[in-house]
């Protein structure tokens, strides 16, 4: 009787009937969206320690937002999609805002914190709206691939496949070296199985790369039951609140704030949009169920990630295995939040998986994103230079900031120089001075 009152009371909240699903298909969709997704809990506490903060609480971090904000995206907007630390953001803050300008990670945090206020009040007031619609879509395309190709140069460096010299700024670097060979069993182990369409393969191929070097001697091996997992649950205790507000204000940080929002903005958008249709939550009309729930809740998840110590989070793609599973409503987040939530009596064994373990992981996602170059429309030079340089000055400049303001910059002035001036509305001209102002300050 029990039993069937809990199932009656999903029924009725997450409106399984209507959405022609069953509490068992969610529940699959779920444990298949986690499988699809777990590879954040040992990359993204890798790119935080690389900016300074503290693993085992990156660790915690981690999987405490992706948990909360998954389960509020479950309950609150009733969609089947997970939410955790977003790639490129996470590496936008450690490598660009930590590392370029060199800016301790509690100020970073300051600035997630900004951006997150900001993203809600451009949600709730709807001037999203005009901002996405003001950027066309080949910078839309091209976002996306420079971040992906700026991913993957992080992911190549942890590698060791690339280093630096002094002639040429990046060679190739020495494959014979351990953890450049480990680097590679992984990498093509992780892309054997996604081109055989294995879930969960990118979580597959950091653990067989930690178990073999661990086999190996190049990774220490747990040495008890403690060491896998927690007699306690790991905390956030060295990052929780540290967030430093007045420090990203007093920088002037306003450049960064506004590269984390715009990011945010599109990434989230479009994966919504992508999502959402093939959840077949898009009305006749075009419009999408409850999306003004979803992007308040990626909104707050952004605060709250400020808050509890980790880069930005936003809706992730691999739940698109979930929704290819059967999941059509809240009840697959919410079953991927609670095994996020079991996944930290495990956390003393993601603190074991080294770096190399997880460097591939950064170059498959930057392949997938790269597909995407395909949409942009090199034919018109107006339309290909700006996306072009958007693209190529992500990685070469270390700096997603920089990839807009070259793409953004280009774009107004070969569009107006070429007799197009119309196809630039004033939205793109003030985002353009803008840049073209913070560049020449940085000069």
Not at 31 to 45: D, G, K, Q
Not at 394 to 410: D, L
Request: with cysteine.
């Amino acid at each position: 009787m029990q039993a069937q009152a809990s199932q009656s009371f999903l029924e009725r909240f997450f409106k399984l009937s209507e959405k022609g699903t069953t509490v068992r298909t969610e529940v699959i969709a779920g444990f298949t969206t986690f499988i699809a997704l777990a590879y954040i809990m040992f990359v993204n506490p890798n790119i935080l320690a690389d900016a300074g903060v503290p693993k085992e609480a990156a660790i915690a971090s981690t999987i405490w937002i992706a948990a909360l904000s998954t389960l509020m995206m479950g309950v609150f907007a009733n969609y089947p999609v997970a939410l955790a630390p977003g790639m490129g953001l996470n590496a936008f803050f450690a490598y660009y805002v930590c590392g370029v300008l060199g800016l301790h990670w509690t100020v970073a945090l300051g600035a997630v914190f900004f951006s997150g206020l900001l993203f809600l009040i451009l949600t709730i007031s709807h001037v999203r709206q005009a901002i996405i619609n003001a950027v066309p879509q080949n910078l839309r395309v091209a976002i996306g691939v420079g971040i992906g190709l700026f991913i993957a140069f992080i992911g190549l460096k942890g590698t060791g496949l690339i280093v630096s010299d002094p002639a040429t700024f990046i060679t190739l670097g020495s494959v014979t070296k351990p953890e450049t060979a480990m680097s590679l069993f992984g990498l093509v182990l992780t892309g054997v199985l996604m081109a055989r369409d294995v879930q969960g393969s990118i979580l597959i191929g950091i653990i067989a790369t930690t178990v073999l070097s661990m086999v190996l001697g190049y990774s220490p091996v747990p040495a008890s039951f403690a060491d896998v997992v927690s007699t306690s649950l790991p905390h956030m205790g060295e990052t929780f609140g540290k967030l430093d507000i007045m420090g990203a204000w007093n920088y002037g940080i306003l450049s960064i704030i506004f590269t984390f929002t715009v990011v945010e903005l599109f990434d989230n958008m479009g994966t919504l949009i992508g999502l959402t249709a093939k959840a077949k939550l898009v009305k006749e009309n075009g419009e999408i169920e409850n999306l003004d729930r979803a992007l308040n809740t990626d909104a707050v998840g952004t605060i709250f990630s400020a808050v509890f110590g980790t880069s930005t989070v936003t809706s992730y793609i691999e739940s698109a295995a979930g929704i290819a599973a059967g999941g059509k409503t809240g009840l697959t987040a919410v079953t991927v939040a609670v095994l996020f939530l079991v996944s930290l009596l495990f956390a003393p064994l993601i603190g074991l998986v080294p770096g190399y373990a997880t460097a591939p992981p950064l170059i498959l996602v930057g392949a997938l994103m790269m597909s995407e170059v395909g949409k942009v429309n090199f034919a018109d030079f107006t339309d290909g230079l700006p996306a072009f340089l958007t693209i190529i000055m992500m990685p070469m400049t270390s700096s997603i900031a920089n990839g807009f303001a070259f793409g953004f910059i280009s774009y107004a002035f070969m569009k107006s120089l070429s007799g197009k001036a119309k196809e630039v509305s004033p939205i793109m001209w003030l985002v353009s001075i803008a840049f073209m102002v913070n560049l020449f300050m940085r000069s």
